[in-house]
């Protein structure tokens, strides 16, 4: 068993989402949102984040940990807040001894949903159904729970190729 940490990196918000992983099967064990408070400056806001990831891998002991990569938008002031809060995602468990993969969107959403077309509410709808009884305060934390649920497929897949037994 590998317990497996998902972040959705944010400035504003940053989703968390924890599962323990069994090769192909995933149970659901914790999962919430850090929250930094807008009105102050950035970079209180990203040790803030840094602290609370800390405290976070701390308490649950995860194996590995993995990250949404970043996408550009039309905002080049968001993008470059949202690098911020990505930088300490990666730097925080890389810090902690752990494994740090990346997962583009379409990959996640391929891997929860099957297709990299899929809407934010299908991705949400599969992730309650992968993780029954999971309580998903917001959709970043959901976001991070397509994350780390994608994470385990693509580590349990790899795993069985490096093992010589590939799946259908």
Not at 55 to 72: D, F, G, K, N, W
Not at 107 to 124: D, L, N, P
Not at 149 to 155: D, F, M
């Amino acid at each position: 068993m590998a317990r497996l940490l998902g972040i959705d990196p944010g400035l504003r918000f940053t989703g968390w989402g924890m599962v323990d992983a069994i090769g192909n099967r995933i149970s659901y064990v914790a999962s919430g949102v850090i929250a930094t408070d807008s009105a102050l400056s950035v970079p209180t806001r990203l040790a803030y984040l840094h602290q609370q990831l800390e405290q976070l891998i701390a308490r649950y002991s995860p194996a590995e940990a993995a990250i949404e990569e970043t996408y550009v938008n039309r905002n080049g002031t968001a993008t470059l807040k949202l690098g911020y809060a990505r930088g300490v995602a990666l730097l925080v468990p890389a810090q902690c001894g752990l494994e740090v993969a990346e997962y583009g969107a379409k990959t996640i959403k391929r891997a929860v949903v099957g297709t990299g077309a899929a809407t934010k509410e299908q991705v949400s709808i599969m992730v309650q159904r992968l993780l029954p009884g999971a309580k998903i305060p917001r959709a970043d934390a959901s976001d991070a729970l397509a994350v780390v649920i994608c994470h385990a497929h693509h580590r349990a897949t790899h795993r069985s190729i490096a093992c010589g037994v590939i799946m259908a």
